[in-house]
Structures are given as C-alpha cells and as structure tokens.
C-alpha cells in the first residue's frame, strides 16, 4: 500500500465528487429537506383535517341531549373534531361528502331506557369507509356511548340497591398502568413513543444506504464505462489502492450524508411530534440512542458502499451495476420493513437464525438492542462490530474480483458461456 | 537490454484465438509499430504487454520482468495509452494531468516537472485550465497522449495513438513522439492503421494478421522483401501472400 498514490486517488475522487452536483444535492440536501418536510406534513395532515360528526337526533330526549352534551364536551380535548347537530335527516347527511361519521338517535330512545330496568335504547352509529378520519370519530363517540351507559348504569343501582355504592357495581376491579423501561424501571412519558421512534429511525437507515449506491457503482463502475478505466490499471497503484481510494472517499461522501440524515430524521420527529400533538418531545432513549442511530447509519451505509462496489467490479455499466447494487440491498433492506411489523430480534434468536446472516439485520438490532436491554448499549456495540466485519470481508472480496481480466472481457465470456450451454443443451 | 520479449504468446476468448502463438522483441530505444488490420489481434498483445490481459500461453517481458508475475514491476516503467482512453471529465486537464503524474513522481518537484511537460506535449495552451467535458475529441486525445508521454516511462505503449485525429493534428502528435524519443531516449510501441505514420515514425514494424505476425522488419526491409514502393502496398502483398499459404 502506498499511501501517496491512496491519497491521490482519494483527492481525484472528492474533487469529482465535489463537482458533481446531482450526487451532492441527492446526499446532503435533500435528507435535510426531505425528512423535516415529511415530519410536518405528516404532522400538518393529521391536525390539519378535521374530523366531522354529524348527529341526527330524533329522539329529542333527556338522554339522547346528555350524549349530545357529553359528545360536544370530548370534542373539545380531542384535538380537532367537529361536530355537527343542525343536520335533521339522514338524506341532508348524504349531501356532505365530508362527514367521517353519523350518529343516529332514534325516535323512544330516552324512553326505552327509562321505562324498566331492563330496558335498552338504540343508536346507530355510521361511520364512513372511505374516510381516514372515521375510526378517530368512531372511538370518540363510543367513549361518549359508554360515559353515557355508566351514568345510566349508577341510576339504576341507586333506584334497584340503594345502599350500594354504585361505582363498586361497575369498576369492581382497578387498573393501574404503569409503562417500563429496560430493567423494570418506570419509563419517561417520551419513552411511551419509543417503539415509533425505533421506526422512524430505521426508515433513515433505509433512506441513507440510496446516495452512496450512486456514488460508488459511478465511481467503479463509471471509470469502465467512461474508458478511464484501462489507463488507470496501468498505473503503478495497485488495485488495493485504486479500490480503497474510491471506498475511502465513498465513506467521506458517506459519513457527511450519515450526518445530514441523522439531523434530518431528528428534525423529523421533532416536526412530526411537534405538528401531530403541538408539543416538542425529546426523542425516547436520550442522546445515547441518537449516538447509536449516528454510528449505525454510517455503517450501514459503509456495507451498503461495500456491496455495491463488490458488484460494480463485476458489471458491465454504471446502469447496471446501479441497478443490481439497488435491488439486492432492497432485498437485503426488508429486514428493516419486517422489524417495523414485528420484533426482528425474537424472530431471529428462535425462528430465524438465517437473519443474521443478512447485514442489515445487525443495523437494525444495533438499534432494538439498545433501547430492549438493561445494558443495550454492549450488544448494540457487538451488532455495530459485525457490520464493521461484513464491509472489510466484502471489500477484499471485491478486491480480489478487480482484476483487468473481470472487467475488460467479464461480458464476452459470460456470453460464450451461455451459448456454450445452449448448443450442448 | 530488450525493452519487450515475446515468445509464442497465445491468447483466448472462450474458444476463440485471438493471437496464435506470435513471437517479436523490441529494442530499447526504438519506435515500434504493429500494423494489421481490424480485428487481427493489435489491441490484445498491446493489453497483454501493459499486464491488463493474461496470456493464454507463451512468455512475455518487460526489461526483463514477467507481466503476469511480476507485474508491478512492469507497471511502474511502463505507460499505457488505450485504443479508446477518455479522461475524467470533469476534471479540468491540468488535474488530470496532475492526477496521473502523481501516481508516478515520487517527489513533487518530480510530478510538476511531469505535469510541466504534459502540458508541453498536450499544446492546449490555455485551454488545459478548462474542465475536459468542454474539450473535442481530438483535444482529449492529444491530452490523453500527453498524459501517457509526460511520466517518461520506459516504455510507452500507444493503442493507435493518431485516431480520431485530424491531418493536422495527426501531424503534432508524430513529431512530439519523435521528439520524445529523442529527448528521453524511452521505447515506443504502437499500433496503427496508419501506413504513412507508421514509415514516417516506426524504426521497425511487425504485420499481424488473423493473431499471426506475418513478417518483421524496418520499413526498408519491409518494402524490397514484398518488391513495394511503400509500406501500403507491402502489407498488401504480405497479407495476400498469408492468405495464399494458408
Ligand atoms: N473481450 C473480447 N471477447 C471476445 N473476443 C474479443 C474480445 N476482444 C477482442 N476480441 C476478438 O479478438 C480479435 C482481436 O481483437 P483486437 O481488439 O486485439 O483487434 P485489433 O487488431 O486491435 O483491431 P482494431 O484495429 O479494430 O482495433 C478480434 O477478432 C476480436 O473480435
Ligand atoms: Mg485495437
């Protein structure tokens, strides 16, 4: 190895790189764009869009006013949710296209209930299917629905077994909820997001392996292509150089777009968070996890590199090297979509061992780990050591595979191959 | 010392034999020229020499050093211009200049020494302060050449060094060969399609046809073995004298 001749190749590269706007605007602007953007607009959405009720009460009863009253009177801690009780048929609801959900309140109603005690009053409840907002509206009314039948409840008790103390009668059991963390401790209100968190989290890390495909498979891949290939291997670098020289400055344009893209899911889910519920929460798991989040995406993005360059030696051109490096890494990436549905950890360690072998597997648990275990941060370490040991196995390899011969002739021979076979086939 | 040697080299693609069994060596100091026609095997013994391409079969070396085993060795007195070499565009082309003679130089002195003589050799004159993306065809391959020639190898391969070249141009390029020649006392091989290139520049030249060298000679020799008034018409009649044997 020789140093002069590495950093030379690393120089030539960054000031390519430098000059190439597309690859710079796609791996340090957009993520500091894109992921803040996407926070407040998930964010604006949800609070943005009302949800409509529409009543229709019939009965015009002393119930069906309470479950009105009490109706009106959710709303108002519910974030945005209108409710409409002008509306005098169920024909005038059709007309507005807007509502999420009808409550209908029949004629008898209030006397159905008060006339025994057995007695039941209906309501019809229509929630629209088309609507994203019809299964917020749908629990708020249920809430009132149920506000309702208790105080329903505790008038009967009193009128059927007036010594008893009607509240025993309907919560003969107590709940107490207390949300923990790691090692039993109780969690901080901004931990009870953390599973959330974790998504939005290894979204990034799919988010940020796309530049540094680019970079590389043009910086390989590219110099065949753009048939500045054959006169660089006949320079006295050798392919270590050569190959290192590109990786190195592949990590350089890499740990800048790890850097943005940390900042950017972190402005995301301060945005998100901040649009959704008008508050700024700090991100569950502290610093430590946003340290974590930092280093692993930056290995992440150093396997994916690798990867893509173990493919790049061995294609054709820059489109297609882009292409399968893109394909197997999505491949690969599922993983990290799998994990949102399901704890990749416990599929792994008892159904699956054959996860571990996948690279993006271990960016993933670098992060689960953390935040599951007491001492989280000692596996997450052992998860980060692997993807550092997957990027130097897929590098020699690919050094290995960068060989004059491959690169100038690796197509035709293939070919033959395969023409070969059919003829004897 | 013979700057290249080459003995029975064979070379395959699948079934396919691209050269079959040539042998030649080179003087140092000469200017050596394959002529032959498309197809006949200039570009692989050329990719061969420059340790890029395996020989199938056969021996091949560079002052001495074998290019398969001791190919770093060979790399680092040799210099390679491809048949179709491009330059990183954008780069402007001193930087190109100064990327590849820093892959040489030790020093720095050395390599602005180099990149000094590049831009000599490239005559771009201002215009090599320019990215190469706004150059034309034949300023790329002037440049690409210059790059080639301003390291002082020991060997300078050059895969049809004139093409895409215009009269005038082509011109420029012979005499800063020769000129390098004569200043550095370094080898030249090159291959051509050029006849009046080759006579004009090639202290000896080999015919290859169909993966064989068919005869070997100065331009001279060349001429009054085949009864010619030029190399053209040589090279005619020693292909078509191949063809009859064969
Ligand atoms: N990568 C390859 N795979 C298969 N065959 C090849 C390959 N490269 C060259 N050949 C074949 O080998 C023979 C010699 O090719 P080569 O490129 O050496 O010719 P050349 O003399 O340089 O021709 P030209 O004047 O057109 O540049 C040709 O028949 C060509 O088809
Ligand atoms: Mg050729």
Known sequence: ?425 | MLAVEIKNLHRFYGDFEALKGITFDIDEGEIFGLIGPNGSGKTTTLRIIATILKPSKGIVKVFGYDVVREADKVRELISYLPEEADLYKRLTGVENLLFFAKMYGETSDEVKEMVKFGIEISGLGNRVYDKVETYSKGMRRRLALARTLMVKPKLAILDEPTSGLDVYASVNVRNSIKKFVRETGSTVLLSSHNMLEVEYLCDRVAFISKGNIIAIGTPDELKKKYNASNLEEAFVRAVESELEET
């Open chain 1, 1 to 425: 190895m020789n140093w002069r001749r590495l950093k030379n190749i690393i120089w030539k590269e960054l000031l390519d790189l430098s000059r190439d706007k597309r690859t710079i605007f796609a791996a340090i602007i957009v993520p500091i764009i894109f992921y803040p953007t996407l926070g407040g607009l998930i964010g604006y959405m949800f609070k943005a869009q009302p949800a409509y009720i529409a009543i229709i009460d019939y009965d015009k009863g002393e119930y069906s006013e309470e479950l009105k009253n009490t109706l009106l009177n959710y709303s108002k801690y519910f974030g945005n949710v209108n409710i409409f009780t002008n509306y005098t048929s169920e024909l005038q609801v059709l007309e507005n296209p807007n509502i999420d959900l009808t409550l209908i309140i029949p004629k008898g109603f209030t006397e159905n209930i008060t006339k025994s005690l057995n007695g039941v009053g209906i309501v019809y409840i229509k929630p629209n299917v088309v609507s994203s907002k019809a299964s917020e509206a749908l629990s708020l009314v249920e809430m009132a629905i149920n506000a309702l039948s208790n105080n329903i409840v505790r008038k009967r008790i009193k009128t059927a077994i007036p010594n008893v103390e009607p509240e025993r009668f309907l919560n003969p059991i107590k709940k107490v909820v207390e949300y923990i963390g790691p090692g039993g401790r109780a969690a901080s209100p901004e931990e009870r997001f953390l599973f959330l968190t974790l998504m939005i989290f290894i979204l990034g890390l799919y988010f940020s392996m796309h530049p540094a495909i680019a970079f590389v498979t043009d910086s390989v891949a590219g110099e065949k292509e753009r048939k500045t290939l054959e006169a660089l291997l006949v320079t006295p670098a050798s392919r270590i150089e050569i190959l290192g020289g590109k990786l190195i400055a592949s990590l350089v344009l890499s740990g800048v777009a790890a850097g943005m893209n940390t900042l950017g899911v972190f402005l995301m889910y301060t945005f998100l968070f901040g649009g959704l519920l008008g508050v700024q929460i700090p991100i569950g798991g502290g610093l430590g996890l946003i340290g974590i989040y930092a280093i692993d995406v930056f290995l992440t993005v150093t396997v994916t590199v690798s990867i893509a360059l173990l493919l790049s030696t061995v294609s054709g051109s820059v489109r297609s090297a882009h292409s399968n490096a893109t394909a197997l890494t999505t491949v690969l990436a599922l993983v990290m979509f799998a994990s949102i549905y399901g704890d990749l950890e416990k599929i792994a360690s008892q159904t699956l061992p054959l996860l571990y072998l996948i690279p993006y597997t271990h960016s993933v648990l670098a992060l689960v780990t953390f935040v599951k275990y007491e001492n989280g941060f000692i596996y997450s370490v052992r998860h980060l050591l692997i993807l550092a040991i997957y990027t130097l196995a897929l590098i020699t390899l690919g050094a290995k595979l960068f060989s004059g011969e491959r690169i100038l002739i690796a197509k035709v021979k293939r070919k033959g191959r395969k023409f070969k076979l059919k003829l004897f086939a």
